[in-house]
């Protein structure tokens, strides 16, 4: 089991620059594949990047409203993935979940272990 803890959200102007931390406990953190979703007021939650670990080596996907301004890493050795968000817009948005599976397919439609969130509000 993993406990993942988010930071970093806040409140920033349209084109500011973010980032935002993922803490998780555990001694097979990197074991995991890791995601973040968000959520909009009014909608449902979306898949926003993942990275995994396959046996062709580390792997991200992104979704297609934030590719090439959000960049999702890991620090196994800090247990912590990171979301750094660039050229922020206002529908941007939401809150954001961190996420964890072992099922590197799975991560990206309904992973296992959520975060509680945080919330990050972009103004124009």
């Known amino acids: 089991q993993v406990h993942l803890v988010e930071s970093g959200g806040g409140l920033v102007q349209a084109g500011s620059s973010l980032r935002l931390s993922c803490a998780a406990s555990?001694?097979?953190?990197?074991?995991?594949?890791m995601a973040w979703f968000r959520q909009a007021p009014g909608k449902e939650r979306e898949f926003v990047a993942r990275?995994?670990?396959?046996?062709?080596?580390?792997?991200?996907d992104y979704a297609e409203a934030v590719k090439g301004r959000f960049t999702i890493s890991r620090d196994n050795a800090k247990n912590t993935v990171y979301l750094q968000m660039i050229s922020l817009k206002p529908e941007d948005t939401a809150v954001y979940y961190c996420?964890?599976?072992?099922?590197?397919?799975?991560?990206?439609?309904?992973?296992?272990?959520w975060g509680q969130g945080t919330q990050v509000t972009v103004s124009s």
């Open positions: 996420a964890a599976d072992l099922d590197s397919l799975r991560i990206g439609y309904n992973p296992t272990y």
């Open positions: 555990g001694r097979t953190f990197s074991s995991y594949s």
């Open positions: 990275i995994t670990w396959t046996w062709t080596g580390t792997n991200t």
